[in-house]
């Protein structure tokens, strides 16, 4: 937090430093997200066009997958295309309005948080499928799937309102850089003069709720499928079973453990350039890598974008 003084004039642009130590190398940077970013997309639309195309893929744990998979466009497209622009020098690619600021927060926190619940109803998906297979139908049925998803959508949508407010709130009279790529909480909070103790509050209690509450449905969940495959004799049938949420205890492994250490962490703990890092592996690494998981880890989906491809290519010549 800034001292405040009378003198001074309140902020209504800020200008987001990004990764200000790698200059000579910023075309560099500049490729290699770039690349990223567009592989990103390339990968998540191609997960919903073959869920879209592919009948035998239009069952629940595929629905919430295609939820999953626009998120991570939109998760991605909030940041990275702002970042980019600071690389190559845009006119005014470092720079965003103070309305901006606190507009590019909100989605973020709202996408972030989303995505903790559609983990967790993916999780109840497969805890069903596994555990109760035959009131699977009943109880995950295409209403249940719909209300679930627009619950997390919901839920995620009202989980920034109270911190952006309370963000509103504070005075930002300079300086006015932000040493991020984005705009993130804790770089914001160092530049606001006003006392932000019930702010880091608020954050820390909502984030941690989150968390909390997906995280214990998830935990829960996998628990309940841990202990019924130890009762599974065949250990072919063991296997089988485990092959249908391996990928999502993959990403749900990568995610949760990147935002379990970014939010609910100590101040001692706290480094902008760590935190510069880790901001990019649960940002624009892991919407990347999660396509990949569930294509390879999933022998549904890596056989659907196989017979789509191969079908196209088919059918070019």
């Known amino acids: 937090m800034q001292p405040y003084a009378p003198n001074w004039t309140h902020v209504t642009e800020f200008v987001m430093v990004g990764f200000a130590?790698?200059?000579?190398?910023?075309?560099l940077f500049f490729t290699v997200f770039l690349t990223m970013y567009l592989f990103t997309l390339v990968?998540?639309?191609?997960?919903?066009?073959?869920?879209?195309l592919n009948h035998r893929l239009h069952r629940p744990m595929y629905f919430f997958l295609t939820h999953l998979s626009c998120l991570e466009i939109w998760y991605t497209s909030v940041t990275v295309p702002k970042m980019l622009a600071g690389f190559i020098g845009v006119?005014?690619?470092?720079?965003?309005?103070?309305?901006?600021?606190?507009s590019q927060l909100f989605i973020f926190t709202f996408l972030g948080?989303?995505?903790?619940?559609?983990?967790?109803?993916m999780a109840y998906d497969r805890y069903v499928a596994i555990c109760m297979p035959l009131r699977y139908g009943a109880l995950v049925s295409w209403g249940t799937c719909i209300r679930l998803a627009a619950a997390c959508w919901l839920v995620g949508l009202l989980t920034p309102v109270l911190p952006i407010y309370l963000m509103s709130q504070l005075t930002f009279c300079g300086p006015n850089v932000i040493d991020h790529f984005f705009c993130d909480v804790s770089p914001l909070l160092a530049l606001s003069c006003s006392d932000v103790t019930l702010?880091?509050?608020t954050d820390f209690l909502v984030s941690l709720?989150?968390?909390?509450?997906?995280?214990t449905v998830i935990s829960v969940s996998y628990g309940n499928i841990v202990w019924t495959l130890l009762h599974i004799r065949s250990a072919a049938e063991r296997r089988k079973a485990f092959s249908t949420c391996a990928a999502?205890?993959?990403?749900?492994?990568?995610f949760y453990g990147t935002l379990f250490f970014m939010y609910v962490r100590t101040k001692v703990a706290s480094s902008i350039n760590f935190n510069k890092v880790v901001s990019v592996f649960y940002s624009?690494?892991?919407p990347m890598l999660n396509p990949l998981i569930y294509s390879l880890r999933n022998k549904e989906v890596k056989g659907a974008l196989g017979r789509v491809f191969s079908l196209r290519s088919w059918k070019g010549p």
């Open 284 to 286: 624009i690494v892991t």
């Open 43 to 52: 990968e998540n639309l191609a997960i919903i066009l073959v869920v879209a």
């Open 209 to 215: 709720m989150v968390l909390l509450v997906s995280s």
């Open 248 to 254: 999502h205890l993959t990403v749900v492994s990568l």
């Open 199 to 201: 702010k880091e509050t």
């Open 21 to 27: 130590g790698v200059h000579e190398a910023r075309l």
């Open 113 to 121: 948080a989303t995505e903790c619940f559609l983990l967790a109803a």
């Open 91 to 102: 006119d005014g690619g470092k720079n965003i309005s103070y309305t901006g600021c606190l």
